[in-house]
C-alpha cells in the first residue's frame, strides 16, 4: 500500500498571500486530518474530512480551510497569510471503519516560510 | 479540559542503557493513550497505543509503554537504547468526548550517545 504524500515540501509566501497544501491520503483511507506544527512543539489540530465533509475543527480561523476529494487527495488553503503561519503542515490519513483507534499515517509535511 | 504533559524538554541516555520518556495525562473519560516518533524534517511515525487490556503495550522498535492509571501516566521505555533511536517523541490521547482529535503533548527529544 501506498503511503502518505505532500506536496510541495517547501514553500517560501508572503504575508497576505494565499496558499494550497495538497496530500494523498494511503489507499483506502476515509479519514484525513491536518495539523500545524509550529518549531519546538507539538502538532495542533486544524480539521478533519471524513467522505469529503468536514467532522471536526480545532481553534483555527476560518482562513483555514480544507477539502477532500473522492480519490483521496485533500487540500489546506490559507488565506491572507500570517507571520505565525510559518510552521510544519502535516497531513495524516486513517480507515475509520477499520478500528475507532486506527492510528493516524503522517505524510512528511509541507515547511511553509511567510516573509 | 483534555491535556496531555511531557515533563521532560530533552532526555539523555548513552548507548545500551534503558530508556524512559514520561507522560501524564489528563482526560474525563477513559483514555486512548499513543505514542509517535519524528525524525528530523519527517512525519510522525505510530510507535504503540493503549486502549483497553494489559497496562503493558509493545510497540514497534522494540519500545514499550506502561499504562498506569493511578498516575494518569503513560511512559515510553525501552530496555536497551540505541543511538538510532535519537529523535523527537510525542505522546497522544483522545477520549470519548473528542472522538476525532488527539491531544498532543510538546514532545520530548530523545539523544542516545554512543
Known amino acids: 500500500e501506498t503511503g502518505v504524500t505532500q506536496s510541495p515540501t517547501h514553500l517560501i509566501k508572503t504575508r497576505g498571500q494565499q496558499v494550497t497544501l495538497r496530500c494523498s491520503s494511503q489507499s483506502g483511507h476515509n479519514t484525513v486530518s491536518w495539523y500545524q506544527q509550529a518549531l519546538g512543539q507539538g502538532p495542533q489540530f486544524i480539521f478533519q474530512?471524513?467522505?469529503?465533509?468536514?467532522?471536526g475543527r480545532g481553534n483555527f480561523p476560518p482562513r483555514f480551510s480544507g477539502l477532500q476529494f473522492p480519490n483521496y487527495s485533500s487540500e489546506l488553503n490559507v488565506n491572507a497569510l500570517e507571520l505565525d503561519d510559518s510552521a510544519l503542515y502535516l497531513c495524516a490519513s486513517r480507515n475509520a471503519a477499520s478500528s475507532y483507534n486506527s492510528p493516524l499515517h503522517f505524510g512528511n509535511g509541507t515547511r511553509l516560510t511567510v516573509t | 479540559a483534555q491535556s496531555v504533559a511531557q515533563p521532560e524538554d530533552q532526555v539523555n541516555v548513552a548507548e545500551g542503557n534503558p530508556l524512559t520518556v514520561k507522560c501524564t495525562y489528563s482526560?474525563?473519560?477513559?483514555?486512548?493513550l499513543f505514542w509517535y516518533v519524528q525524525y528530523p524534517n519527517r512525519g510522525l511515525q505510530f510507535l504503540l497505543k493503549y486502549i483497553t487490556g494489559d497496562n503493558l503495550v509493545k510497540g514497534s522498535y522494540g519500545f514499550e509503554a506502561e499504562f498506569n492509571k493511578s498516575q494518569t501516566s503513560f511512559h515510553l521505555k525501552k530496555p536497551s537504547a540505541l543511538v538510532s533511536d535519537s529523535a523527537l517523541y510525542f505522546c497522544?490521547?483522545?477520549?470519548?468526548?473528542?472522538?476525532?482529535?488527539?491531544?498532543w503533548g510538546a514532545g520530548t527529544k530523545l539523544i542516545i550517545k554512543p
Open positions: 474530512y471524513y467522505r469529503e465533509e468536514e467532522n
Open positions: 482526560v474525563s473519560g477513559n483514555p486512548y
Open positions: 497522544a490521547v483522545r477520549d470519548e468526548e473528542s472522538n476525532y482529535q488527539l491531544i
